[in-house]
């Protein structure tokens, strides 16, 4: 390699989070005209360490070299001035204005528009890195692919010498894949520099010249992409010894308590988020669902639970088709969801005892024809916050004063009183402390034992194997495979979750 | 070390902070108002004495400050009850007019029934005038996503506008020599009084049972927890599989019913006929958001603070004669409250804070 | 005939003119993103302002201008409390609108009956005005007529060919997106919706100061909702804000010439509103809301922690 400084160089990057390390004195060098993949699982910090390259947060440590020279990124701005930019998972587009006007934004010179100049600067970059695109489209006539050229544009307009791209074909159809690996080459030949963050390992392998690793916070390698290979990738990506803090004694599972049948939906955004999935839980059974987040699981979630509607497939409770039920439909039968973001499930300024009772209002005792019987409910709140431990200044106190561990036993509680037989949990210990994290696998444990059926949604492989009999992986709307849960498993479990492999449906345990 | 200042979501909000805020704005609201007397030559103490002795200080001040109460409080229960859904109805005064139509349409139309009769289908038809200008803008929200807000105002000037063409054309009666006036109402039309003052107190009675039926509503039913949870987090309400739309719907021409009661209340009880919209309801509709306000949508506090308006109202009056001030002024009251009551609302919400800043 | 048009339509273009100023600054508040819903208010206080400094200076254009400074004043508070404390738009707006006729009220009372000591004399325009038809309709008005007339091109022009444009736009629509790109949007919303107040000012000074000329108590008689409902109406277009005003403008005018007609004028003016009230309908429908709509953003506060 040449003696030229790099163009990025980052080191000793730390950075917190209300106690969470997410940035754990990370060093991270990209060289001038490299394509350089961040792999890794969610929370292992890429997204944060691009955040802080593009001035959206200060880290708490370490240095940042732009060409050699050492800088401090207060803001997009500066990053922008510096020849940075960063095209992010979710765009940020006007949708009724068009292309040139998206790409122009905020970049003012001056008052007048001048239109002419600002065109065929535009379309001088698209021809040159293959970005087609009809200047005077509208953002919401285009396809999510033509929207990221969009985003490509905005920042090569700007000057932008380093692009940084975060989980970039989420939203594209293979076709669009092929064309966006073929522009960041072109944009390579020219001497730009491109980062992207992903959990593909194909991508990896397909464009990148070398990729470093990262893990909970630190970085595990940095390897040339054709010196190493997807299993090396894989192991680096999740590999790890597993704790199993907690026992988990092997049960017999009773019958089927709820299955989906070639479940297919749309995202929010048109798109299919799931593609012929399959599955079924047992009593007294954990079926954990792995998978970098983004992948459908939101859709699996909303779609079982019925907050989202179907395009096909078929899902059933105990035996119920409750394909077509309405949300509450599914409530009184008995489906407990404790979902990802506890606040869509509570209500911050109510009770915990109103709370306790968003799902069971309707129920005797409680309720009594038109009427809810308040001493029926203060004792019913009074049993559970008894019974789970909740530590609460008061059943009477709004519920935004708990902590959140204890809001989380104050949503377990609520949906295990009232369920029959079926948990539906997403991302149960995120934000939660060691201490925390512990109860709440105790009473899944417990349910379990008891014979609750449990799907597990998270993203934190730990908990997955700690807790799950079967594993699930989900990748792209799909399942790419269920397989046992166990250490000598995570390997193939990381390549699922990568993209990597699939197994034939007639092996799925 | 380095300090800033950070503006935070305050985690507890204690009755006595509510209290406390409220009393506070109050008090911030009378100094600002007060400094605008002083600014344009009124003498503010002089003013507020007279606000006092005119709402409170005597048996007519205090009777006529029930009177104006009346509508207060059944627009100000309702939207109490509207707003605890966050549904924004800001058309009161129509659904005021509506209800004012439609009852004293009755009244003219049927002038002999007998007299219990005839009030009670005044009201029944006043309540239903109401509940239709209410329900137009809950159909168009819920089935178009229209915002409430805007409907709500644009359908005021057209109940005002139909007011108008009515009491000016069709309506209008022949002995008023080209006034926009009705022809007066029988007295099977008119609602009785307490001796001497002008309180119809069965509208009086319907506004208390109105208070007593949203506060049973809202604490001790299913329906009304519903309304509770979708109005402070939607979204856990469709998570817990509730019908936001119901709710809507629901609130909407219950506030807009109510708010009609007030508008036969008004025709049937004072003016005993139909005449110009200001004549009926002089903002009463848009008063009653600050009564509703004022009483941190808490059903039972709005009889407080439809009392408390209404005096002001009719303080506001005396001061008109007293000191030579025009009608308009009692809008500086309504417009400053109402500003720093949504002030309060801001301290209650939020709270300053100090905290380090690392480098 | 021709007299009667003539006459209807040089009518017209006065009576529209107040809507007009005040719909042009509401629609680059809206489009900003935030409801101003106070426009009645600051159109009063602008007229009250406009007739009292002139009667007291004088001077005509020292009250315009201090009517112009009253409704930004104004617009400035709601700012304040919209964008920054992020309160409640519509209960800020209602408010305000409130003390603005409360305040006119008081301070116009000396002012009742009194005349303008300077009048704004209209101008016509040599040789065009002396068109046949023509000339009266469209080239004998005073000076706010032709500025009104002319602020629309050029705010067109800002609102869509501008950088200054695309920035306002698409905060209105999508203050996330312009944040990332490096834009202040609370400073274009406070400037936004500064303007509308100016805006709504100049209505009213417009009222009190040329066409009426004179103070009446609450002479604004609901422009200012008039305004709101135009607002939507025109699609939060400066072009179709022109056309609406007239429209609008002219119904209010013609109420009791048509009278004669069998057409009630009251029930004539109920149009404009549940005109309104049908264009919310229709740009509400999908196929629409993605072309032409209400600003995506409008009465949502902004702030970067709520992403």
Not at chain 1, 448 to 476: F, H, P
Not at chain 2, 128 to 155: N, Q
């Amino acid at each position: 390699m040449s003696n030229d400084p790099s163009a990025v160089l980052m080191k000793g990057i730390t950075k917190r989070f209300s106690g969470v390390v997410a940035n754990d004195g990370v060093d991270f060098e990209v060289k001038a005209g490299e394509i350089h993949a961040l792999l890794g699982e969610n929370g292992a910090g890429k997204t944060t360490l691009m955040n802080i390259l593009y001035g959206i947060y200060r880290p708490d440590a370490g240095e940042i070299y732009i060409n050699g020279n050492k800088v401090t990124i207060h803001s997009p701005r500066d990053a922008i001035r510096l020849g940075i930019g960063m095209v992010h998972q979710q765009f940020r587009l006007v949708q009724t204005h068009t292309v040139v006007e998206n790409v122009i934004l905020g970049s003012a010179n001056g008052f007048r528009f001048r239109e002419e100049e600002v065109r065929k600067k535009i379309e001088e970059l698209a021809n040159r890195y293959s970005l087609a695109i009809k200047p005077d489209a509208r953002i919401w006539q285009l396809s999510a692919g033509e929207q990221q050229r969009v985003e490509i544009l905005k920042a090569l307009y700007r000057g932008a010498k380093i692009l940084i791209l975060d989980e970039p074909t989420s939203m594209l159809t293979p076709m669009e894949i092929e064309q966006l690996l073929k522009t960041l080459q072109r944009m390579t030949e020219d001497g730009n520099t491109i980062i992207f963050i992903t959990h593909k390992l194909d991508e990896v392998t397909a464009v990148s010249h070398r990729v470093t690793i990262l893990r909970q916070g630190k970085v595990m390698a940095v390897v040339e992409t054709n010196k190493t290979d997807e299993r090396q990738l894989a192991n680096l990506m999740v590999g790890r010894e597993v704790l199993f803090r907690l026992e988990k004694e092997p049960l017999e599972r009773q019958e089927v308590r709820l299955r989906v049948e070639n479940l297919t939906a749309l995202n929010d955004k048109g798109l299919v988020a799931l593609r012929d999935v399959s599955f079924s839980v047992h009593g007294r059974e954990i079926l954990g669902i792995a998978g970098v987040a983004g992948n459908g699981q939101r859709e699996l979630l909303e779609a079982i639970t019925g907050l989202r509607p179907l395009t096909g497939g078929k899902v059933w409770l105990g035996g119920k088709d409750i394909s077509k039920a309405s949300v509450r439909e599914r409530v009184d039968l008995g489906l407990s969801y404790v979902p990802g973001e506890r606040m869509t499930a509570l209500v911050p300024n109510m009770s915990i005892a109103e709370n306790l009772i968003l799902k069971g209002y309707r129920k005797e005792p409680i309720a009594k024809g038109f009427f809810i019987d308040k001493r029926q409910l203060l004792q019913f709140a009074n049993q559970l916050i008894r019974e789970y431990e909740i530590a609460t200044p008061g059943p009477e106190k709004p519920v935004k004063l708990l902590s959140g561990g204890n809001i989380q036993r104050a949503l377990l509680a609520r949906e295990l009183s009232s369920g029959e037989g079926v948990l539906v949990i997403a991302y149960p210990t995120s934000g939660l402390d060691v201490g925390a994290i512990e109860t709440v696998w105790r009473i899944l444990l417990a349910q379990r034992k008891e014979g609750r059926a449990i799907l597990l949604v998270s993203d934190d492989l730990e908990e997955i194997l700690t807790l799950s009999d079967r594993v699930a992986v989900m990748y792209n709307g799909e399942i790419m495979g269920i397989v046992e849960a166990s250490q000598e498993n995570l390997e193939k479990i990381g390549l699922m979750m990568a993209g990597a492999t699939r197994i034939p449906e007639e092996q799925w345990v | 070390m380095k300090y800033r200042v950070r503006i935070e979501r305050r985690l507890d909000i204690s009755p006595s902070v509510q209290i406390g805020a409220v009393i506070f704005s109050l008090v911030c609201a009378f100094v600002v108002i007060a400094l605008i007397f002083y600014f344009l030559g009124v003498d503010p103490l002089n003013a507020y004495r007279r606000i006092l002795i005119g709402g409170f200080g005597s048996i007519y001040g205090l009777s006529e400050s029930l009177t104006k109460a009346i509508p207060l409080l059944l627009g100000g229960v309702g939207l109490a009850l509207a707003f605890r859904a966050r549904v924004y109805n800001i058309g009161a005064e129509g659904q005021i007019l509506m209800g004012a139509i439609i009852g004293g349409g009755i009244g003219l139309a049927l002038p002999n029934l007998p007299r219990g009769l005839l009030l009670t289908m005044m009201f029944v038809g006043g309540f239903l005038g109401g509940a239709i200008w209410g329900f137009i803008p809950a159909f168009l929200k819920t089935r178009f996503r229209v915002d409430e807000v805007l409907t709500s105002l644009m359908l005021v000037y057209v109940a005002s506008d139909l007011v108008k063409y009515l009491v000016y054309g069709p309506w209008r009666g022949p002995e008023q020599r080209g006034f926009p006036y009705s022809s007066p109402f029988s007295s099977s039309a008119q609602l009785p009084h307490i001796g001497i003052t002008r309180i119809h107190y069965p509208t009086l009675i319907i506004a208390l049972i109105a208070v007593v039926f949203v506060y049973i509503l809202l604490q001790y039913t299913k329906f009304g927890y519903e309304i509770r949870v979708v109005g402070e987090n939607p979204s856990a309400g469709r998570y817990a599989g509730m019908n936001v739309d119901r709710v809507v719907l629901f609130v909407l021409i219950l506030s807009g019913g109510l708010a009609g009661l007030a508008g036969v209340g008004e025709v049937a009880g004072i003016h005993a006929r139909l005449g110009p919209p200001e004549g009926i309801s002089p903002g009463y509709g848009f008063t009653a958001i600050i009564v509703a306000w004022l009483a941190r949508l808490n059903p039972i506090l709005t009889i407080l603070t439809a009392f408390f308006m209404g005096g002001l109202l009719v303080g506001g009056d005396a001061i008109q004669t007293a000191l030579n001030l025009p009608s308009a002024t009692i809008f500086v009251f309504n417009g400053v409250i109402l500003f720093f009551v949504i002030a309060a609302e801001w301290i209650t919400n939020y709270r300053l804070s100090l905290e380090e800043i690392h480098d | 005939m021709i007299d009667f048009l003539v006459s209807v339509l040089s009518l017209t273009i006065p009576a529209g003119t107040a809507l007009l100023l005040g719909t042009l600054g509401e629609v680059y508040a809206e489009r900003s993103g935030v409801l101003n819903l106070g426009v009645e208010g600051m159109m009063i206080m602008g007229a009250i302002t406009a007739f009292g400094v002139t009667f007291l200076t004088k001077n005509l254009l020292l009250g315009i201008l201090a009517a112009c400074v009253a409704g930004g004043l104004m617009a400035l508070i709601h700012a304040y409390v919209s964008v920054t404390l992020r309160v409640n738009q519509v209960v800020s707006g209602l408010a305000l609108t409130m003390v603005g006729l409360g305040i006119s009220g008081l301070v116009g009372k000396q002012f009742i009956g009194m005349p303008l000591p300077v009048r704004m004399t209209p101008i016509s325009i040599p040789v065009l005005s002396d068109l046949p038809v023509f000339g009266p309709v469209l080239f004998r008005y005073n000076l706010l007529v032709y500025i009104s007339i002319g602020l629309v091109p050029v705010l067109a022009y800002i609102l869509y060919k501008t950088n200054w444009g695309i920035v306002l736009r698409s905060v209105g629509e999508n203050p996330a997106a312009a944040d990332a790109m490096g834009v202040n949007v609370f400073l274009v919303r406070y400037l936004a919706v500064m303007f509308g107040g100016v805006m709504a000012g100049l209505g009213g000074a417009f009222l009190s100061v040329a066409y009426a000329p004179a103070w009446i108590e609450g002479m604004t008689a609901g422009a200012g909702w008039i305004v709101i409902a135009l607002t939507i109406f025109s699609l939060y277009d400066p072009v179709r804000a022109m056309l609406g005003a007239y429209l609008f403008g002219g119904v209010r005018v013609l109420q009791f010439r048509l009278q004669p007609l069998g057409i009630p004028a009251n029930l004539l003016n109920m149009l404009p509103f549940l005109i309104t009230i049908l264009v919310l309908v229709l740009i509400s429908e999908q196929a629409f809301r993605r072309r032409i709509g209400v600003p995506a953003a409008l009465m949502q506060p902004y702030s970067r922690e709520d992403k």
